[in-house]
């Protein structure tokens, strides 16, 4: 445990503190896009978390995977100082885990800030003096869930593809390319599923089997990454 | 005499069908600077990943400070300090929280580490500048940080991969000077990758030279100096001919003789004396005005192996 906070220490300091005001251009703007623009935009109807919101609310989040994730696993190793890491006593786990919650946990709450932004401003801005909240509320909280879960979705497998990636530029661009092909495929699957099994669902059944199709690949990505995350393949590679 | 704080026997390590290291059998003794010199691709950046445990060998087996590299590689790095072939400083971040990093990961508490970091960095100079980002240093200023970071949980043991190399001649000579006031002062073992032959003469107390993954030599510098590279002499005067470098030549004691601006230089085999050659000169009718004897330099006992090797 006394690791994985080391870890989670120094992945904060490193990516998210000492980068100085560069580090706020991205999630400025996608909080600026997720919770100003869009809700503005949207007015009421965005606190009824529509299909295109959810969208919009688990699919930013994403960039901020794409951006960190290839860094801390690639960029580590470009910079040679995964090796010195590599060299000390710190377990492979807690490497792993401690890029990962952070990543997670950074991308997650630039999506919860951005949520809690565009509550207050669509109240302030189209209330009709009644403070409204995202309803209805079991799907806000099945779209935390899926947020978060996406967000792990990105990390475990932008780890696989970092593992195996020369460089941070590259990692991040099959790492773009993959999300792409992620949504296409899920589109794809979805027209594949009968149509009177989709009928049948309620909207929020279909976003829970949604959910559980997105934890079983977590678990499957993660546990690869901690496969595959190991001291004596990284310093061969 | 202790026990060795690394024993190495036979060790082997392939990458396909390079065997990196090849058979290699070595042991070091405890609080000495250990040199382990070979030119680019001998093998020295492997064996510290297999004296880490980073690496698995092929065959043989080796012990650090007691621990089995195969089984106990864990143990190996709780009690070592590395500084491998890059100085691996987060660039992003300043000078002291790449140490504050190490300090945690090695679970120091929080009032030994500041206590630390002052300590390192007063006394490699770095310590007006240990809030800046590593970034803004210079290369001479990271590798020193990365010295101390190596020696910063006070490990008796630390490999250092070939610290100086790519610095110029004064850079190198002052970081130099900061590694042995260091590791005098710390009372460590230090594990010495180079191939900068004046700084294994300047700071080991034992040498091993290794090619090719093989080990061809092993002991203190003095000692290779006389067991492998003879001795020197330099005579002066006038009156040198050809027909008499011919005859020295031909004494069994000499290596190699030649002239050079009425400089005689003369290769001795070891332990070999220079004044029957003095008396042959001034009897063939040289006059002789001085006489220097001087031992081979670890250069040149680094060169004869290197060309034995090849040969």
């Not at chain 1, 492979?92 to 401003?121: E, F, P, Q």
């Not at chain 2, 240990?130 to 990271?142: F, I, P």
């Amino acid at each position: 445990m006394s690791d994985l906070l080391t870890m989670m220490w120094k992945e904060s300091k490193d990516l998210l503190f000492q980068r100085g005001w560069k580090a706020w251009i991205l999630p400025v703007f996608l909080v600026g896009i997720l919770g100003v623009f869009l809700p503005l935009q949207a007015g009421l109807q965005w606190l009824e978390l529509s299909p295109i919101a959810i969208f919009a609310i688990l699919w930013i989040p994403f960039f901020v995977i794409i951006s960190f994730i290839g860094d801390a696993i690639a960029g580590e190793r470009e910079r040679h100082t995964l090796e010195t890491l590599l060299a000390s006593r710190i377990s492979d786990r807690a490497i792993l885990l401690g890029k990962v919650i952070v990543t997670v946990g950074y991308a997650w709450g630039m999506a919860l800030v951005s949520l809690v932004l565009g509550l207050v401003l669509v109240n302030l801005f189209h209330g009709h003096g009644n403070w409204t909240f995202y309803h209805p509320f079991d799907l806000f909280l099945e779209v935390l869930v899926l947020n978060l879960l996406c967000c792990t979705l990105g990390a475990s497998a932008g780890v696989l593809i970092s593992l195996q990636s020369a460089t941070v530029r590259q990692a991040q661009q099959i790492l773009g390319v993959g999300t792409l092909v992620l949504i296409f495929a899920g589109v794809l699957a979805l027209q594949a599923l009968p149509a009177d099994f989709i009928s049948s669902l309620s909207y929020s059944q279909a976003m829970f089997l949604f959910i559980a199709v997105v934890a079983v690949l977590d678990v499957i990505l993660l546990g690869l990454s901690l496969v595959s995350f190991k001291r004596s393949r990284l310093i061969m590679s | 005499m202790s026990e060795p704080i690394i024993r190495i026997e036979h060790l082997s390590r392939s990458f396909g069908t390079v065997k990196a290291i090849d058979d290699l059998s070595l042991e070091v003794p405890a609080g000495i600077v250990f040199g382990f010199l070979g030119p680019n691709g001998a093998g020295k950046s492997t064996t510290i990943h297999l004296l880490l445990g980073l690496l698995e060998p092929t065959q043989g087996q080796a012990s650090v400070l007691g621990f089995d590299t195969r089984t106990q590689a864990e143990a190996i790095r709780v009690h070592s300090g590395a500084l491998l072939e890059f100085a691996g400083l987060y660039d992003r971040m300043s000078a002291q929280d790449n140490l504050d990093l190490y300090g945690r990961i090695y679970r120091m508490p929080a009032s030994a580490r500041q206590a630390r970091i002052k300590e390192l960095l007063i006394h490699l100079g770095l310590w007006e500048r240990r809030r800046d980002l590593v970034s803004t240093w210079s290369r001479g200023m990271k590798q020193k940080l990365a010295v101390a970071r190596a020696l910063f949980h006070h490990p008796p043991l630390v490999f250092l991969d070939e610290p100086t190399a790519g610095f110029d001649p004064v850079a190198a000579a002052a970081l130099r000077d900061d590694l042995a006031s260091l590791v005098a002062r710390e009372g460590v073992t230090v594990f010495l990758n180079t191939h900068d032959l004046t700084e294994a003469e300047k700071l080991c107390a034992q040498v091993a030279v290794i090619r090719q993954g093989k080990l061809l030599a092993v002991g203190a510098p003095d000692e290779l100096r006389g067991r492998l590279g003879g001795s020197h002499a330099e005579i002066v005067g006038d009156g040198f001919t050809e027909q008499m470098l011919t005859t020295l030549r031909e004494q069994p004691e000499v290596i190699h003789a030649e002239l050079l601006n009425n400089h005689l230089l003369i290769e001795l085999r070891s332990e070999s004396k220079i004044s029957p050659l003095v008396s042959l000169l001034v009897h063939a009718g040289t006059s002789v005005e001085e006489v220097r004897r001087g031992k081979a330099s670890l250069e040149e006992v680094f060169l004869t192996l290197m060309e034995e090797e090849s040969k």
